[in-house]
């Protein structure tokens, strides 16, 4: 009977409804971005450690429920330096995805443009270059900017500003080139550096098979929005990487329709 009256006394509204979805949301988007990952282990270390506390305080076990309190009361700063790199790549998804695409950004707010005038990016040359390259089996690691300039990236390597070519690009990538070894950064119409350093994945589940190259390109594509492109050097195969998602063995036509999908977009 009490229990009964105290049912009825318990309100849903609209808000607490949005609310809980906002947390679910959230929780997705964590989930994500951690799954497959050491982080995902810790994630839930941290959630079982918030559990017992939980458990502890309502069957008020002071002494027990006093030591826990005091490491959730400082676990804030331990989660901000576990989870730097994915708080990071949250932020960044954020940023890029949410508020700097083409309907709305903040500079589109105070600066408005009523036409791009942004050099297209060459995608015959460079599906050129990575068809001739997979024919010799020469490995090569392009990424395409496209929100994000990489700028970070770019200043690791060796700034070249040259016009996007086939040939150009087949001669950094060979294996005797002193710039061979790292990537290549394209930005509109420019091969903006070579021979730069990108972030290794951090997912745990990959194919003995992926080489450092395709964990570059999944380490940059989880933190921004480039394309990357991948060419295996043991088997001459293509590899087209986006937000984290990787397809493997694809055609050189399979490869230009899916650089044409993904920057012309509307």
Excluded at 97 to 111: C, G, P, W
Excluded at 126 to 135: F, G, L, P, Y
Excluded at 220 to 233: N, Q
Aim: with cysteine; aromatic share 8%.
């Amino acid at each position: 009977m009490i229990l009964a009256l105290q049912l009825a006394f318990i309100s849903v509204r609209i808000l607490d409804v949005i609310d809980i979805l906002l947390v679910a949301m959230l929780l997705y988007q964590i989930y994500m971005l951690i799954r497959g990952t050491v982080a995902i282990n810790i994630f839930m270390g941290i959630f079982i450690l918030y559990v017992i506390w939980l458990v502890v305080r309502t069957l008020n076990m002071e002494l027990l429920s006093s030591i826990l309190g005091q490491i959730i009361g400082v676990g804030v700063i331990a989660i901000i330096i576990v989870f730097q790199q994915e708080i990071r790549r949250f932020l960044l998804l954020i940023g890029t995805r949410y508020f700097s695409n083409k309907h709305f950004s903040i500079e589109n707010l105070f600066f408005p443009r009523t036409k791009s005038f942004e050099i297209p990016v060459n995608i015959d040359a460079i599906v050129k270059a990575c068809r001739n390259m997979s024919e010799s089996k020469t490995g090569a690691l392009i990424a395409i900017t496209r929100k994000s300039d990489l700028q970070l990236y770019a200043d690791s390597g060796d700034i070249i500003n040259a016009e996007t070519s086939s040939r150009l690009l087949e001669n950094i990538f060979f294996k005797n080139s002193p710039l061979h070894d790292g990537a290549v950064i394209i930005k509109n119409d420019k091969i903006k550096a070579a021979r730069c350093v990108l972030p290794i994945t951090e997912r745990l589940n990959l194919p003995a098979s992926f080489g450092l190259r395709h964990k570059a390109s999944l380490g940059l594509s989880e933190s921004t929005d480039a394309l990357v492109i991948v060419v295996s050097e043991e088997t001459g195969k293509i590899s087209f990487v986006e937000d984290g998602n990787i397809k493997l063995g694809i055609s050189s036509i399979e490869l230009k329709q899916q650089l044409e999908s993904k920057l012309f977009e509307s």
